[in-house]
């Protein structure tokens, strides 16, 4: 081997060493990096299931609690008189065990207390037909926010005056119904009620 190849296989060999060398710090930069930002990726995480937890806590908590009529933007009187007439109807089903209960006069009674401020409360009667279908067309027109406090003010009323602080079949069925009916979501003591257990469903 002459000194000119000898000088040449040195430069290459030093070359070969720098770049294995220079690979096995960009290997263990990248390395270094990734171990950084995991760290950082898992706090993210971490951040964002903390903050979906707390916006589904939020809404549970809004929908637990929507605002009562005092709070709900302002009622007409015709409005009110519609809400008596179909809490009337219900009355019927809700929230006694049977069609007709005594329990029914009632529960009008308590529903409509809260609506006392905005209307005179007519006396308890059950309507004819015609008048309840369109008390129902009437409450169906009313704003997004005040129909869900119409439908809470029935159902927290019902399960007050609910043997065991449980809706019946025949009430729940009768309020689930008129949510459909008025577009409104089921308030959750409403949607308990119709909960089906893994258990129940294979039967």
Known sequence: MTTTQGTVAAIAAVVVFWIVGAYNRLV?????LIARFGAVDERYRQRHALLEGQLELLSTTLAARPESPSEAPEWLESDVLCV?????????MVPGP???????????????????RFAEIPEWQPPKAETM???????QTLSWRQRPVIV?????????????????????????????????????EL????ITLPADAAR
């Open 98 to 116: 049977t069609v007709d209960s005594p329990d029914g006069r009632a529960w009008y009674d308590i529903v409509m207390a809260t609506w006392l």
């Open 152 to 188: 809470r003010n029935w159902v927290t009323s019902a399960i007050s005056r609910s043997r065991g602080l449980r809706l019946g079949d025949l009430s729940a069925d009768a309020l689930r119904l008129t949510c459909g009916l008025l577009d409104s979501p089921m308030p959750p």
């Open 191 to 194: 949607a308990r009620h119709y």
């Open 84 to 92: 008596a007439v179909y809490t009337a109807f219900l009355s019927r």
């Open 28 to 32: 263990r930069l990248r390395s270094d």
């Open 133 to 139: 279908v369109e008390a129902l067309a009437k409450m």
